[in-house]
């Protein structure tokens, strides 16, 4: 409560001022209905006289923040990377789902699953992120650096908590810095690989 006296039995004491304005918060966590009973008191000359009510208190869930833990990895140029993701929901209730967006990912880079989005993101299930794997675009080496983010979504409110975290993939054949000469292949006009590094935030809808 966010007034009164909390007794030894745990019952709440409260006068008649501290009642404007009260409002119960109920555990970390906790969805569901709490049955309260509400007993007025009135003391007068030594005497008592009291009556009492029962009042429903209905706790609706909520989307809880997810956890998310990326970790960066290496991997060869014009070969599948494993990425090392891990998401799951901070406190599953039922209604709740969890789904986890990938940017950055350059022109001709692809995920071995998930969807596509138009904006340039992926969209993947928890289930998906089992075994997922980047492919960069052909001969390309150098670091994308991907923004992860974790939604979690709870279907009947509505109501979306995400966590955001961003992971650098190297992809080994050489380190070139950017700006610096660009590579030529034999028989083949001359290559840099791009470099330019994109950022963006996707919300799920």
Same mark, same amino acid.
Not at 71 to 77: K, R, S, W
Not at 127 to 152: E, F, I, K, M, S
Not at 158 to 183: C, E, K, L, S, V
């Given at each position: 409560?966010? !007034?009164?006296?909390?007794n030894?039995?745990g019952?709440?004491?409260?006068?008649?001022?501290?009642?404007?304005?009260?409002?119960?918060?109920?555990?970390?966590?906790?969805s569901?209905t &709490?049955?309260?009973?509400?007993t007025?008191?009135?003391?007068?000359?030594?005497?008592?006289?009291?009556?009492? !009510?029962?009042?429903?208190?209905?706790?609706?869930?909520?989307?809880?923040?997810?956890? &998310?833990?990326?970790?960066?990895?290496?991997?060869?140029?014009?070969?599948?990377?494993?990425l090392?993701?891990?998401a799951?929901?901070a406190?599953?209730?039922?209604?709740?789902?969890?789904?986890?967006t990938?940017?950055?990912?350059?022109?001709?880079?692809?995920?071995?699953?998930?969807?596509?989005n138009?904006?340039?993101?992926?969209?993947?299930?928890?289930?998906?992120?089992?075994?997922?794997?980047?492919?960069?675009?052909?001969d390309y %080496?150098?670091?994308?650096?991907?923004?992860v983010? !974790?939604h979690?979504?709870?279907?009947?409110?509505?109501?979306?908590?995400?966590?955001?975290r961003?992971?650098h993939?190297?992809?080994?054949?050489?380190y070139?810095q950017?700006?610096?000469? !660009?590579?030529?292949?034999?028989g083949?006009?001359?290559?840099?690989?791009? %470099?330019?590094?994109? %950022?963006? %935030?996707?919300r799920?809808?």
């Amino acid at each position: 409560m966010s !007034a009164g006296t909390h007794n030894a039995d745990g019952t709440w004491t409260l006068t008649g001022a501290q009642l404007t304005g009260l409002t119960l918060t109920p555990p970390a966590d906790y969805s569901g209905t &709490l049955n309260l009973t509400v007993t007025a008191h009135a003391d007068v000359n030594g005497t008592d006289a009291a009556i009492s !009510a029962n009042v429903a208190v209905t706790v609706l869930p909520v989307a809880d923040i997810p956890n &998310l833990v990326v970790l960066p990895v290496v991997g060869l140029e014009d070969q599948p990377i494993a990425l090392n993701i891990t998401a799951g929901l901070a406190a599953p209730v039922a209604g709740e789902t969890l789904s986890v967006t990938i940017a950055g990912l350059p022109a001709g880079a692809t995920l071995s699953t998930g969807t596509h989005n138009a904006d340039g993101t992926w969209t993947l299930t928890s289930a998906q992120l089992t075994g997922v794997t980047l492919t960069p675009a052909a001969d390309y %080496h150098g670091t994308l650096n991907l923004t992860v983010t !974790a939604h979690c979504r709870h279907q009947r409110h509505r109501r979306i908590d995400q966590r955001q975290r961003r992971r650098h993939r190297p992809a080994r054949g050489g380190y070139p810095q950017p700006g610096g000469p !660009a590579r030529r292949r034999a028989g083949g006009p001359a290559h840099r690989p791009d %470099h330019h590094r994109r %950022h963006r %935030h996707a919300r799920g809808g």
